[in-house]
């Protein structure tokens, strides 16, 4: 029976027995004996520690209870004793060496594993361990990583995956497996002293600085020293300069997934853009403009950025400036294409034609119009953009731009005016725009239908289309406005004349009654609420009984009107709160408050 200890090896806590504790520690003390006299002696024993612990920690986990004498004597011929390197004969020790390391074979046999590797990375260090892993350049992989970037953007997401998930070769022995070495005591003592004289030359050099500064002359001391707090602050700038560095590259990175990403969508949404391209622009200079613009606007900046993450992904820091003056011309040409084509395009909405129809109805009966929104027949669109507000269907354009406008008549009978108004480059252009407008009014007994749109000609253009459907109201009379109506249309009013789209203003019906007075109209439930809060007559026996508190005023009656309840399907509108319907009167259409016209 033998005694087992734990040792704390490299930082690792291993089980060992007691008598083959005492067999490596006199290895490891013939070690230290034998590499006293040679540079980085500790770095040599404490890597060739780190590795014994490392395979003893991988045997434990494999199911070994403990470390015992033969685990220990294979490492000896695994990794190698002091006597055997002064030997002569290398085959005899190389027989040795295979038959002791036997039970250590899976652990002690040269094997390749992937780290990071500092010494030549770019960035972390992931495409130069690759190198290392597969015996190939690393530019291979940093060219293969920036074209996977480009093409599909996932190139970015697995470099970081893998700069994370990686562990960088810190040790001699790490640095061994990643080039698949054997990491024995010999190639640990190489990698070692390879990186001590690396380090020798950098201080060599660091030195021959500081003497060559020490011995000169007195009367350049101050420039010296000048040039010493200038180089100080230089480096301050650099370190700066390549913390920005490292951010604007991170964001390029970014704005490059975005892009390409945007590009992606665009292409699988080019159908349903195109339709709106074909609405905006002629068939002349503006669509010749268009594509030559948005290529050169937006593909230059890509281009640009590919190119600038290919550079530093491959290390090449000399640039070309004739092809970045190239590009910044042709950048260039895309503004001055796409300003061209704006202003353009602007020029032709520069011109408002509009034309009245007053249309011929029937006078309902009991003095009451009924006001609602007639039901869209088109169930499949082939475009739906803005939320419905503008529709493609076969060879048809449904623009969603009606206004309603309620003024006082002048007679005692309802009228209905439709205004049609369109722009154009030219008056006669806009005239023939305005002509082209479609729209289908209904009227069924008292009720009067609005459409939910207007329609042009597919092949027509949009030129801000829109007609305003005034109905005038004899004074005495009354109109009922359904909340379908408040939802879809647009209002054009006096600020006087308001009254909102919020749930206390409406009744059980969902329809406000309004009465249009001599001083315009006002809503029936406000005029009966005027009435039930006219002020009491003063109490002139006690003065101070008119300020006393009289109780709670009596709550107002709901209005219910008994009309024909509209569609439910907008039942979600009762929702809206006071502040969004403040929000959408405000915003829906601010240019109408604008236009003189519109007040005609």
């Given at each position: 029976m033998k005694k087992i200890i734990n040792i704390n090896l490299s930082s690792r806590l291993i089980p060992i027995e007691d008598s083959a504790y005492e067999i490596l520690r006199q290895y490891l003390d013939s070690l230290r004996r034998y590499f006293a006299k040679e540079e980085g002696a500790e770095e040599i024993v404490g890597d060739i520690e780190s590795r014994i612990a490392e395979i003893f920690q991988e045997k434990i986990r494999k199911g070994a209870h403990c470390i015992t004498d033969e685990d220990v004597q294979a490492i000896k011929a695994s990794m190698g004793t002091p006597e055997q390197f002064v030997e002569e004969d290398g085959n005899t020790a190389d027989s040795r060496q295979r038959t002791a390391s036997e039970p250590f074979a899976p652990f002690i046999r040269p094997r390749k594993r992937f780290y990071r590797d500092p010494d030549g990375k770019v960035l972390g260090g992931v495409c130069s361990g690759l190198g290392a892993y597969f015996n190939v350049d690393p530019l291979v992989f940093r060219i293969i990583f920036a074209i996977g970037a480009v093409m599909w953007g996932g190139g970015i997401l697995l470099y970081f995956i893998l700069w994370f998930a990686t562990p960088e070769a810190v040790t001699a022995a790490e640095k061994l497996e990643m080039r698949g070495e054997r990491v024995d005591v010999n190639n640990i003592k190489a990698a070692v002293q390879e990186e001590m004289n690396s380090f020798r030359s950098r201080m060599e050099r660091m030195g021959d600085d500081v003497r060559n500064f020490s011995e000169g002359r007195g009367k350049q001391f101050g420039r010296d020293a000048g040039s010493a707090i200038e180089g100080f602050f230089r480096g301050l700038a650099n370190v700066i300069a390549y913390i920005a560095k490292g951010f604007f590259l991170f964001l390029a990175v970014v704005m490059l997934f975005v892009l390409v990403v945007g590009l992606i969508m665009s292409a699988v949404f080019s159908a349903v853009l195109i339709p709106v391209k074909d609405l905006l622009l002629d068939n002349g200079v503006q669509t010749m403009l268009f594509w030559p613009a948005l290529a050169l606007l937006v593909g230059i900046p890509i281009l640009s950025l590919v190119a600038f993450l290919v550079r530093k992904m491959a290390g090449i820091k000399q640039q070309n400036r004739y092809a970045g003056y190239t590009l910044g011309f042709f950048w260039l040409l895309g503004v001055f294409f796409s300003v061209w084509l704006v202003v353009s395009l602007?020029?032709?909405?520069?011109?408002?034609?509009?034309?009245?129809?007053?249309?011929?109805?029937?006078?309902?009966?009991?003095?009451?119009?009924?006001?609602?929104?007639?039901?869209?027949?088109?169930?499949?669109?082939?475009?739906?953009?803005?939320?419905?507000?503008?529709?493609?269907?076969?060879?048809?354009?449904?623009?969603?731009?009606?206004?309603?406008?309620?003024?006082?008549?002048?007679?005692?009978?309802?009228?209905?005016?439709?205004?049609?108004?369109?722009?154009?480059?030219?008056?006669?252009?806009?005239?023939?725009?305005?002509?082209?407008?479609?729209?289908?009014?209904?009227?069924?007994?008292?009720?009067?239908?609005?459409?939910?749109?207007?329609?042009?000609?597919?092949?027509?253009?949009?030129?801000?289309?829109?007609?305003?459907?005034?109905?005038?109201?004899?004074?005495?009379?009354?109109?009922?406005?359904?909340?379908?109506?408040?939802?879809?249309?647009?209002?054009?009013?006096?600020?006087?004349?308001?009254?909102?789209?919020?749930?206390?203003?409406?009744?059980?019906?969902?329809?406000?009654?309004?009465?249009?007075?001599?001083?315009?109209?006002?809503?029936?439930?406000?005029?009966?609420?005027?009435?039930?809060?006219?002020?009491?007559?003063?109490?002139?026996?006690?003065?101070?009984?008119?300020?006393?508190?009289?109780?709670?005023?009596?709550?107002?009656?709901q209005n219910t009107t008994p009309i024909d309840d509209s569609s439910n399907k907008e039942a979600a509108a009762d929702k809206k709160s006071i502040a969004m319907a403040v929000v959408s009167f405000l915003f829906l259409n601010p240019f109408k408050t604008l236009d003189p016209s519109s007040s005609q």
């Amino acid at each position: 029976m033998k005694k087992i200890i734990n040792i704390n090896l490299s930082s690792r806590l291993i089980p060992i027995e007691d008598s083959a504790y005492e067999i490596l520690r006199q290895y490891l003390d013939s070690l230290r004996r034998y590499f006293a006299k040679e540079e980085g002696a500790e770095e040599i024993v404490g890597d060739i520690e780190s590795r014994i612990a490392e395979i003893f920690q991988e045997k434990i986990r494999k199911g070994a209870h403990c470390i015992t004498d033969e685990d220990v004597q294979a490492i000896k011929a695994s990794m190698g004793t002091p006597e055997q390197f002064v030997e002569e004969d290398g085959n005899t020790a190389d027989s040795r060496q295979r038959t002791a390391s036997e039970p250590f074979a899976p652990f002690i046999r040269p094997r390749k594993r992937f780290y990071r590797d500092p010494d030549g990375k770019v960035l972390g260090g992931v495409c130069s361990g690759l190198g290392a892993y597969f015996n190939v350049d690393p530019l291979v992989f940093r060219i293969i990583f920036a074209i996977g970037a480009v093409m599909w953007g996932g190139g970015i997401l697995l470099y970081f995956i893998l700069w994370f998930a990686t562990p960088e070769a810190v040790t001699a022995a790490e640095k061994l497996e990643m080039r698949g070495e054997r990491v024995d005591v010999n190639n640990i003592k190489a990698a070692v002293q390879e990186e001590m004289n690396s380090f020798r030359s950098r201080m060599e050099r660091m030195g021959d600085d500081v003497r060559n500064f020490s011995e000169g002359r007195g009367k350049q001391f101050g420039r010296d020293a000048g040039s010493a707090i200038e180089g100080f602050f230089r480096g301050l700038a650099n370190v700066i300069a390549y913390i920005a560095k490292g951010f604007f590259l991170f964001l390029a990175v970014v704005m490059l997934f975005v892009l390409v990403v945007g590009l992606i969508m665009s292409a699988v949404f080019s159908a349903v853009l195109i339709p709106v391209k074909d609405l905006l622009l002629d068939n002349g200079v503006q669509t010749m403009l268009f594509w030559p613009a948005l290529a050169l606007l937006v593909g230059i900046p890509i281009l640009s950025l590919v190119a600038f993450l290919v550079r530093k992904m491959a290390g090449i820091k000399q640039q070309n400036r004739y092809a970045g003056y190239t590009l910044g011309f042709f950048w260039l040409l895309g503004v001055f294409f796409s300003v061209w084509l704006v202003v353009s395009l602007a020029r032709d909405f520069n011109t408002r034609y509009k034309e009245t129809e007053t249309l011929s109805i029937t006078q309902p009966s009991q003095g009451r119009l009924i006001v609602k929104k007639a039901e869209s027949v088109l169930e499949l669109d082939d475009v739906n953009l803005f939320d419905g507000n503008l529709r493609v269907v076969d060879d048809t354009v449904i623009i969603d731009d009606i206004n309603i406008r309620v003024l006082k008549s002048e007679t005692d009978s309802f009228a209905v005016e439709v205004v049609r108004s369109a722009r154009g480059r030219t008056v006669a252009q806009a005239k023939a725009y305005t002509r082209l407008i479609n729209v289908n009014m209904q009227q069924t007994d008292s009720v009067l239908y609005i459409p939910s749109g207007i329609s042009i000609p597919r092949n027509s253009k949009y030129r801000n289309q829109q007609i305003t459907v005034v109905i005038r109201v004899p004074v005495g009379k009354h109109i009922l406005i359904d909340r379908e109506v408040r939802y879809h249309y647009n209002f054009i009013r006096n600020w006087r004349e308001e009254w909102w789209d919020d749930h206390y203003d409406w009744d059980e019906n969902r329809q406000i009654d309004i009465r249009m007075t001599p001083g315009g109209w006002e809503r029936t439930d406000q005029l009966e609420k005027k009435k039930e809060e006219a002020p009491a007559p003063a109490d002139t026996a006690n003065p101070r009984n008119e300020y006393r508190y009289r109780g709670p005023a009596r709550q107002q009656e709901q209005n219910t009107t008994p009309i024909d309840d509209s569609s439910n399907k907008e039942a979600a509108a009762d929702k809206k709160s006071i502040a969004m319907a403040v929000v959408s009167f405000l915003f829906l259409n601010p240019f109408k408050t604008l236009d003189p016209s519109s007040s005609q």
